[in-house]
């Protein structure tokens, strides 16, 4: 099913570059309405910068909008500049205003400046308002377009003002019961006020346990609480209750991606980077991954000194020279297993500071029974290949080898994972981002244990 709609989006954009070519605007007119604008969007991308509003201003003006507000930053820059002033306000005219913030804050001043020119006082003032917020907080992706009620209204009264300016809000589906001061007391949903009498009074039929976010809330916090309550909106107050804006569900998807690819990036040891991976130059792209790979091979070098330092004594048992890489791989391995899974819960919110007691009595329970399983598993190994078919230990030493190897791997196991948990928990207290402690600066870290465990044992039992 999906392979037919890619093959059936692909027909549509080349019916459409043929239209353009022929300059049928009028066939094309009609073809590009009936698109969505999160479709149109890829297309305008591949239209050459001389088309670009040539095929833009044939758009109806609020699907020129939508597609507006879809397009990578770069394209947005050229039809800016591309528009006449009269464009231009129609255009910021049937943006939200949360839109209309987020495409002022990828502009370059020049152009930030002539968006601005083009609103009138009121517009600018609320859009400096939002620009003032803290970055990645509530107050800096919410809107200040929504739907507000009086406790005191009736149905039919509340129907009358979402008629009214129901046009120029982002969703009408919830709507904020204030006060004279702006304060939030309640909402109601369009179904409440449809399933309710005309003559029914909002206080009567408003919920007054709302679920709302300050101002100054994290995103990614906000972008929780849509996830945790299945919400479509939440409203966003100031220090008063005072209702500032609402933030939509479309808003906290964004957020969630962001976020996500944020700490994928940093799990891989990239810092992190806002244009996508084919809009971002080469030079771009080694600046984010050089400071972490100089880092890690900084690091990285401990490993290598340990190594030294017990090379005299290893010469004399080159089987176990052989075991090192396994026993680090695992490590790492076990390591990132429970750093991702850790970090995992404390961005949904699953853990806290305060339950690191009982993370780290879980992971040790679950390293232990990993720990036996890998350890009994890899001694039947040994034995039956490395000792009994391929004859890489020395029948005098033989069982004191495979038991420092096997020990060393439980014991390895049991300790990458405690760091795993821990770390991730140690920086989140301490303020840091958790994702920074995945693999693999905790396999770095894990490396280096594993060595000095395996070491000390090979030390005792066998060297």
């Not at 949903?189 to 919920?207: F, G, H, P, T, Y």
């Not at 939440?234 to 939509?248: A, F, M, Q, S, Y």
């Not at 390895?412 to 600066?441: E, F, N």
């Amino acid at each position: 099913m999906e392979e037919v709609k890619i093959t059936e989006q692909k027909i549509l954009e080349e019916k459409i570059f043929e239209l353009i070519e022929g300059k049928k605007f009028g066939l094309l007119k009609e073809l590009l309405s009936e698109m969505n604008p999160v479709d149109l969007a890829p297309i305008f991308e591949e239209v050459t910068e001389k088309d670009l509003p040539v095929i833009f201003r044939i758009l109806p003006k609020e699907l020129a909008a939508e597609v507006f507000v879809e397009m990578e930053t770069d394209m947005q820059q050229l039809l800016i500049e591309a528009f006449s002033d009269r464009e231009l306000r129609e255009v910021i005219d049937e943006l939200f205003m949360d839109d209309t913030v987020d495409i002022i804050e990828e502009m370059p001043a020049s152009v930030t400046k002539r968006i601005l020119k083009q609103t009138d006082a009121a517009t600018r003032r609320m859009i400096n308002q939002l620009l003032a917020y803290p970055e990645d907080s509530a107050g800096s992706i919410m809107t200040t377009e929504y739907i507000d009620l009086k406790k005191d209204m009736t149905v039919d009264d509340a129907f009358d003002r979402i008629r009214k300016i129901g046009f120029d809000t982002e969703t009408i589906y919830a709507c904020y019961v204030t006060d004279r001061s702006r304060r939030l007391l309640g909402i109601v949903s369009i179904k409440d006020l449809l399933l309710n009498a005309k003559e029914c009074v909002i206080r009567d039929i408003m919920e007054e346990n709302i679920i709302y976010v300050n101002t100054h809330d994290e995103q990614e916090y906000v972008a929780n609480q849509f996830e945790k309550y299945d919400l479509l909106a939440l409203p966003v107050v100031d220090k008063e209750n005072r209702l500032i804006g609402i933030v939509t569900v479309d808003d906290a998807i964004d957020v969630m991606q962001e976020e996500a690819t944020e700490d994928i990036e940093k799990m891989a040891a990239i810092l992190p980077s806002e244009k996508t991976y084919l809009k971002t130059g080469v030079f771009e792209t080694f600046k984010a991954r050089i400071p972490w790979l100089l880092f890690l091979m900084i690091s990285a070098t401990f490993t290598g000194a340990i190594i030294s330092t017990f090379e005299s004594q290893l010469t004399s048992f080159a089987a176990l020279i052989a075991f090192i890489p396994m026993l680090m791989g695992t490590g790492g391995n076990s390591g990132s297993q429970s750093s991702v899974t850790v970090i995992r819960a404390l961005s949904l919110g699953d853990i806290e500071f305060k339950d690191i007691l009982r993370v780290i009595w879980k992971e040790l329970r679950v390293s232990v029974l990993c720990g036996l399983v890998l350890g009994i598993v890899n001694f039947i190994k040994l034995y039956l290949i490395d000792y009994m078919w391929l004859n890489n230990f020395d029948k005098n030493v033989f069982i004191s080898e495979m038991f420092t190897v096997c020990l060393t791997l439980v014991l390895v196991v049991i300790a990458a994972k405690l760091v795993g948990c821990v770390l991730p928990i140690l920086a989140k207290s301490m303020g840091l981002d958790p994702a920074v402690m995945a693999s693999p600066l905790v396999t770095t870290i894990i490396d280096a244990l594993s060595l000095v465990i395996y070491f000390v044992i090979a030390g005792i039992l066998v060297i």
